[in-house]
């Protein structure tokens, strides 16, 4: 099964053409990917790796049945360039672009909500379920098959543990990638309610940071809903407050979203919380 | 980007919230027909002014001009005080606190209020807070303000209303993650006048903003040079220099260095990036910070192990780094980039407990 | 069973200190309606025939588990009473109020499906399931208990023909006035597919009028989609165009929306339509 | 409210949308220092001004004043002229047809284009009109407009898509239910210019708009006394006044008067309403439409129809009615209802069949 892409995903480009769109184009070709099109503006007709491009998402989503769109252009094109791809039908979009205006993010998120679409990111790295697709920019590499689900709000540092977990023996059904911004898409209660919905996946990593609640609500949320053993990383345990540590998400602002407060949440639900990254894979075998 | 007191207060006026007479000046020359008796405040965007002594009172222009010539010489956070805001004295009844933020685990606007103004409004308990919330789909509705205004307890309901609608439309307008008013004075004749500003605009939305001008306010300026050049550089309390790339991944090796006793002085985040060009600028700002040593923590995928390791031998054949350095790396192109390194001099470790133990061990002799 | 309003019904009433909030309220709970609340901002704390008045339909709501409002306030103030509404949890909102401005109706009606809440009218008179709750303004007397489901645009007009559908011995379960506007909350098709699953309605009744196309499209889902017997009756078939007929969705605008068209479409779905409005019953005798 | 053409382009105009150079006169003595060759357009919110000869050429002032004068006099669907726009005139190369409105069925705003503008939209084949639905919650987005301006295949694309932002944002600042252009005329010199204005405000968001001021048009002045007393009032081409109560109901009683060959030449509908003073007024406006036979069709609820017999009977009592009344009356105290008009001469009938027939009888003699 998987969540969220599998081998039903149908992936269209947004911004195909750029220099990230290219190379991440074929970086998901050799994974497996099935990437049926491209959207650049004004580039209709032009092919990335053979992959069609297109103008229009309408017309691309029309020709190629495209279900899923990853959203590589500039950020103040993204609010466009995501309501054109629901307007058009597509039901899942992975945005990768960051530095998008708050307050684009914020409508869009409710817009996805009410069409029903589902949304990941922005300023993520995407979503990959090995063996089936990858939608996003992480290095191919790192990932096995397996039965672990990831859900993480960083980038490299995921890269980081899933490698670890996949040199461990520990494969993934799904590895999702929240992003790094104060509102996101998704947060870790969807991702985990849809992880303990499927069938694929045995037990939960989460990879959190400091800023905001959401790895406290998520703790609230494995208390009563999620029965499969769950195993965390929060990192910015030494972050000082009011400063933002690269994301504009991870910032300790006005004494809340410290590491401290959601490592012992964690653990009151009763998640393993490691204290290195590479030790996960260790508190997996102990716990499974 | 924060806002200057004053710089909200021109924002307050042209939305029609009441603001005290007074201007700005950047020199006690300029303090001329002011009104009087006056209060002058030193514009920093730091908190804590009060506490710190730099807002004063007067009742004569001579002694305003004695206490700006004092205040202008002053420094908050090591942020030197350039502008003063000279404003009248206003008698005051009640203090009301409103303000404007997101709420990002509901994901909507957040309207807060206080008829206990003037104090932090984390020092006030949440339960005597008024909140509502605002979903971004509709925007806010008569109803919202209405149920604020109503527990805030002020005969002037019809005032606090434009004031709060006011409030939203510079929240909207200028794509701001804060607008507060606090306190927003009730004077001894009825009257409500917004004693300060906050805003904080998002500073990604800052294109659609040209009228906004960042102040020079006198930041670190190796910060500065970093933000110019779109690198995540912060400053901390240590001595260890860390680069890694991605937040996530600087962060954890932060946290693994304290594990084992470090500190550091510096988070440098490379992000996603496969120009040695600029790397060498990291490494270059790096090297302004004067760390004792530099801890670099790599996991290469976009950002490749090979590509960073040139960086640095660049950097250290064309004008040298003083300290030692910890290099820790993995990933795509590990192997060459180990290569390159050790001709330069640095050994690579595979660990990142090893590199932080060896970097804590420099940084201590 | 019946549809939108039922014995679980509790009602809460905006505008319930007006001339029309009153007299509505003793009416509606003389039909045995459970109208708990009400709201007039400025008037909480005071009682309309021992009903609680309210400032704040949150506040309304916490207090006495209304579900459904019924919306009576001046037209440049519903948009405001709506939202507030549909924040504090109704889940059902019929709106009498006419002249909302265009602009505002259509917001709100796609913000109540963003919050899946059921927004009846505006500009209408209500719902009615007999035996079990009003929540509108149609006199109580027309209705009776029984199996027929009568969904209309019009006003007086369904007063009219539901009072000889009773005479003739023709209950109802529920009587849905969608209201007289361009945009309304619910339209034919989803008060269709509402009284198709409904297991207490035998037989539906359309009351449609010109201007729009929601009956052509109400007879396209009837084709597919409706296996109980359909009966209607199209106010307007004498109007000439371009003029509006009272109601503001009342026109035959460009051509379209005219009662012939609407007539055909239905005819050739099915549906069994009267010349005169008391021809329904006699219809329903000869076709059930 | 529609506005006239000049309004529009007054709107246009604020809106950074190009029209022709011109002014608006209600005489031909104001006709001086015109553009030459001009366009003399009748001020008239009704259609088909074109083809009634109500907008003419002039190449010189004289011609013009002459051309005036000769407008001035004349009437459109009983409407008449009050006011003419004389623009320059504009050599074109192209046509194109744009506008903004709104679609009932799918609850969208609908943007609507065609390159074969100058023509009524009516008379295009569907397939020819590029159509674009923005869902009102999120607002129009630049690919709505690139998609339209895509189409169009015009090299000014840059222009059109700032007419077309323009045109939406009059749309919504204005509560209208249409803003149209047709045409956009594409000059020789490859100059845009909105050469016509349609645009239809919402009646029920006037009071947001106090800056719209209707033109006085000279409409029928018993339909501008029925909306000045919030009475739906419709005049038609029959003989027979029909008041009922609700729209619905006066619809369905104009129908059953054409199933017995009788011809409304009034609808009106009474509304919801249980004052005797509305009913009379009601009638005193019928009156002034001087129908050969009045049909009151009634369904009593909160218009009680006693209520309505009171005033019935008032105005017969006070100032008389001429014209036989066929009554038809059901519905909460019809009893009530009918002892008083038969007091008052008129016999009320159960049945709308009777009513609608005896009507046409008395219609016909």
Same mark, same amino acid.
């Given at each position: 099964? !998987?969540?969220?892409?599998?081998?039903?995903?149908?992936?269209?480009?947004?911004?195909?053409?750029?220099?990230?769109?290219?190379?991440?184009?074929?970086?998901?070709?050799?994974?497996?990917?099935?990437?049926?099109?491209?959207?650049?503006?004004?580039?209709?007709?032009?092919?990335?790796?053979?992959?069609?491009?297109?103008?229009?998402?309408?017309?691309?989503?029309?020709?190629?049945?495209?279900?899923?769109?990853?959203?590589?252009?500039?950020?103040?094109?993204?609010?466009?360039?995501?309501?054109?791809?629901?307007?058009?039908?597509?039901?899942?979009?992975?945005?990768?672009?960051?530095?998008?205006?708050?307050?684009?993010?914020?409508?869009?998120?409710?817009?996805?909500?009410?069409?029903?679409?589902?949304?990941?990111?922005?300023?993520?790295?995407?979503?990959?379920?090995?063996?089936?697709?990858?939608?996003?920019?992480?290095?191919?590499?790192?990932?096995?098959?397996?039965?672990?689900?990831?859900?993480?709000?960083?980038?490299?540092?995921?890269?980081?543990?899933?490698?670890?977990?996949?040199?461990?023996?520990?494969?993934?059904?799904?590895?999702?990638?929240?992003?790094?911004?104060?509102?996101?898409?998704?947060?870790?209660?969807?991702?985990?309610?849809?992880?303990?919905?499927?069938? =694929?996946?045995?037990?939960?990593?989460?990879?959190?940071?400091?800023?905001?609640? !959401?790895?406290?609500?998520?703790?609230?949320?494995?208390?009563?809903?999620?029965?499969?053993?769950?195993?965390?990383?929060?990192?910015?345990?030494?972050?000082?407050?009011?400063?933002?540590?690269?994301?504009?998400?991870?910032?300790?602002?006005?004494?809340?979203?410290?590491?401290?407060?959601?490592?012992?949440?964690?653990?009151?639900?009763?998640?393993?919380?490691? =204290?290195?990254?590479?030790?996960?894979?260790?508190?997996?075998?102990?716990?499974? | 980007?924060?806002?200057?007191?004053?710089?909200?207060?021109?924002?307050?006026?042209?939305?029609?919230?009441?603001?005290?007479?007074?201007?700005?000046?950047?020199?006690?020359?300029?303090?001329?027909?002011?009104?009087?008796?006056?209060?002058?405040?030193?514009?920093?965007?730091?908190?804590?002014?009060?506490?710190?002594?730099?807002?004063?009172?007067?009742?004569?222009?001579?002694?305003?001009?004695?206490?700006?010539?004092?205040?202008?010489?002053?420094?908050?956070?090591?942020?030197?005080?350039?502008?003063?805001?000279?404003?009248?004295?206003?008698?005051?009844?009640?203090?009301?606190?409103?303000?404007?933020?997101?709420?990002?685990?509901?994901?909507?606007?957040?309207?807060?209020?206080?008829?206990?103004?003037?104090?932090?409004?984390?020092?006030?308990?949440?339960?005597?807070?008024?909140?509502?919330?605002?979903?971004?789909?509709?925007?806010?509705?008569?109803?919202?303000?209405?149920?604020?205004?109503?527990?805030?307890?002020?005969?002037?309901?019809?005032?606090?209303?434009?004031?709060?609608?006011?409030?939203?439309?510079?929240?909207?307008?200028?794509?701001?993650?804060?607008?507060?008013?606090?306190?927003?004075?009730?004077?001894?004749?009825?009257?409500?006048?917004?004693?300060?500003?906050?805003?904080?605009?998002?500073?990604?939305?800052?294109?659609?903003?040209?009228?906004?001008?960042?102040?020079?306010?006198?930041?670190?300026?190796?910060?500065?040079?970093?933000?110019?050049?779109?690198?995540?550089?912060?400053?901390?309390?240590?001595?260890?220099?860390?680069?890694?790339?991605?937040?996530?991944?600087?962060?954890?090796?932060?946290?693994?260095?304290?594990?084992?006793?470090?500190?550091?002085?510096?988070?440098?985040?490379?992000?996603?990036?496969?120009?040695?060009?600029?790397?060498?600028?990291?490494?270059?700002?790096?090297?302004?910070?004067?760390?004792?040593?530099?801890?670099?923590?790599?996991?290469?995928?976009?950002?490749?192990?090979?590509?960073?390791?040139?960086?640095?031998?660049?950097?250290?054949?064309?004008?040298?780094?003083?300290?030692?350095?910890?290099?820790?790396?993995?990933?795509?192109?590990?192997?060459?980039?180990?290569?390159?390194?050790?001709?330069?001099?640095?050994?690579?470790?595979?660990?990142?407990?090893?590199?932080?133990?060896?970097?804590?061990?420099?940084?201590?002799?």
């Amino acid at each position: 099964m !998987a969540i969220i892409v599998d081998e039903k995903t149908r992936v269209l480009i947004q911004g195909i053409t750029g220099h990230q769109g290219t190379f991440h184009t074929k970086e998901m070709l050799r994974f497996g990917t099935k990437v049926v099109a491209g959207v650049t503006p004004g580039k209709g007709g032009a092919e990335v790796h053979g992959v069609p491009v297109f103008n229009e998402v309408k017309e691309a989503v029309d020709e190629t049945g495209a279900n899923t769109s990853l959203v590589l252009v500039p950020a103040r094109f993204a609010k466009d360039a995501i309501i054109e791809a629901i307007d058009a039908g597509i039901r899942t979009i992975v945005v990768i672009t960051e530095h998008i205006p708050f307050h684009d993010t914020i409508e869009i998120v409710h817009y996805a909500r009410y069409k029903k679409v589902t949304m990941v990111g922005p300023n993520c790295p995407g979503v990959a379920s090995p063996g089936k697709a990858k939608v996003g920019i992480f290095p191919n590499h790192i990932f096995r098959e397996g039965n672990i689900g990831v859900a993480s709000r960083s980038g490299t540092l995921t890269y980081e543990i899933v490698d670890s977990l996949s040199r461990e023996g520990f494969g993934q059904s799904t590895c999702v990638g929240l992003g790094g911004d104060p509102v996101t898409g998704l947060n870790f209660v969807e991702v985990l309610e849809m992880f303990e919905r499927d069938e =694929e996946t045995r037990a939960i990593v989460m990879v959190g940071e400091i800023g905001g609640v !959401a790895e406290e609500e998520a703790a609230e949320y494995i208390k009563d809903h999620i029965s499969k053993p769950v195993f965390a990383f929060i990192a910015g345990r030494t972050a000082p407050p009011e400063k933002r540590m690269g994301h504009a998400g991870a910032i300790i602002s006005r004494g809340r979203g410290t590491a401290k407060s959601k490592i012992e949440a964690l653990r009151k639900a009763g998640v393993a919380v490691a =204290e290195f990254p590479d030790e996960i894979a260790k508190l997996i075998k102990e716990n499974t | 980007m924060k806002l200057l007191e004053y710089q909200g207060k021109h924002l307050f006026e042209r939305y029609g919230i009441p603001i005290p007479r007074g201007r700005v000046v950047d020199s006690e020359e300029e303090i001329k027909d002011i009104p009087l008796p006056c209060v002058i405040k030193a514009q920093v965007t730091v908190g804590g002014r009060g506490k710190a002594g730099l807002i004063k009172e007067a009742r004569s222009e001579e002694e305003a001009r004695r206490v700006a010539t004092d205040l202008l010489g002053k420094r908050l956070k090591d942020i030197p005080v350039r502008k003063l805001l000279v404003e009248e004295k206003v008698e005051i009844d009640k203090e009301i606190y409103l303000s404007f933020s997101i709420d990002t685990s509901k994901r909507a606007y957040l309207l807060m209020a206080n008829s206990l103004g003037g104090v932090d409004i984390e020092s006030i308990p949440d339960e005597k807070i008024v909140k509502e919330w605002i979903n971004p789909l509709i925007g806010l509705q008569p109803f919202n303000v209405r149920r604020v205004v109503e527990r805030l307890n002020v005969a002037q309901r019809k005032e606090i209303y434009d004031i709060i609608s006011g409030m939203y439309r510079i929240f909207k307008d200028y794509d701001c993650e804060l607008v507060e008013i606090n306190p927003l004075a009730l004077t001894r004749e009825g009257k409500l006048i917004a004693l300060d500003s906050k805003i904080i605009v998002n500073d990604d939305a800052l294109f659609r903003h040209p009228d906004l001008v960042e102040e020079d306010e006198g930041i670190d300026p190796i910060e500065r040079e970093a933000k110019q050049k779109g690198i995540a550089f912060v400053r901390l309390d240590g001595n260890i220099g860390v680069i890694a790339n991605g937040a996530g991944l600087t962060m954890a090796t932060l946290d693994a260095l304290k594990n084992y006793g470090g500190d550091a002085g510096v988070f440098l985040d490379l992000g996603g990036t496969d120009d040695v060009e600029k790397v060498k600028q990291a490494f270059q700002l790096m090297k302004k910070a004067k760390p004792k040593v530099i801890l670099l923590n790599l996991f290469g995928g976009i950002t490749k192990c090979d590509t960073v390791a040139k960086g640095v031998e660049l950097v250290i054949s064309e004008e040298g780094i003083e300290c030692p350095i910890v290099a820790r790396i993995k990933g795509v192109n590990e192997e060459e980039a180990r290569e390159i390194l050790k001709n330069a001099g640095i050994e690579a470790v595979e660990n990142l407990h090893e590199a932080a133990r060896l970097a804590t061990e420099f940084a201590k002799r």
